[in-house]
């Protein structure tokens, strides 16, 4: 009887992302472009919250953003129209972005010129949470209506988070929404994660955000 081989290839597959991501975290630092990767449910409030943050920081930096979904044009559209740099990425069906699409389409953008890079991952709390797109920072999005215990039942993405934006906190009159419970149980998957309140719909809390942004491209730059 012949011998059995066992591959273990899901690790394999992790391995190779991460070798990648390290890769294009040494490319992004030779040209001093910051890039975060943003992740959340749909209808979060990303694409929002970008042209909201564009807005407030076009004049002192330069930004671009790759919008990543499975079909469609409609956000890169939207960023466009705020004189941003954009380019829409199609991920043929799949529901996440790793380290080699994440590079492909950075060479297709054109980043040279850019100081903050803006990686709008696809739509989904499980996924994008598992890959190292090989992004400085990861940014995660999550609003009221989808209620406090998200934490609870998504830990990965909020371990991999760097900082949570709290979105849609104008809505809070009516939703049963606690803010001390959502801080807590974010704590409890990631002591290190920043986490801040804001509305995309007020401008509420995005000074914070903006100084965030800021802090860090500055830091990368350095």
Excluded at 43 to 64: D, P, Q
Excluded at 91 to 119: E, N, P, S, W, Y
Aim: hydrophobic share 45%; glycine share 6%; charged share 30%.
């Amino acid at each position: 009887m012949s011998e059995i081989k066992l591959i273990e290839v899901k690790q394999s597959i992790f391995a190779e992302n991460d070798h990648a991501a390290d890769e294009l975290r040494k490319y992004l630092k030779e040209v001093k472009t910051f890039m975060v990767n943003l992740m959340s449910s749909p209808g979060a409030g990303k694409t929002t919250t970008l042209m909201r943050t564009i807005e407030m920081l076009k004049e002192e930096m330069k930004i671009g953003v790759m919008e990543a979904d499975i079909d469609a044009i409609v956000d890169a559209e939207k960023i466009a129209a705020t004189g941003a740099k954009s380019i829409q990425l199609h991920t043929g069906g799949m529901c996440h972005m790793d380290a080699g699409m994440t590079r492909q389409g950075l060479d297709k953008f054109g980043i040279v010129d850019l100081d903050l890079v803006v990686l709008e991952n696809v739509g989904n709390l499980v996924c994008p949470a598992e890959f190292d797109t090989g992004a400085c920072q990861n940014v995660m999005i999550l609003s009221v209506p989808e209620g406090d215990d998200k934490p609870l039942k998504y830990p990965l993405m909020f371990q991999v988070s760097d900082l949570v934006l709290i979105n849609k906190i104008d809505t809070k009159c009516v939703f049963d929404f606690d803010d001390e419970a959502v801080v807590k149980r974010i704590h409890d998957r990631n002591p290190n994660a920043e986490v801040l309140f804001i509305s995309a719909k007020t401008g509420e809390g995005f000074d914070k955000w903006c100084d965030w942004i800021r802090k860090n491209v500055k830091a990368w730059q350095a």
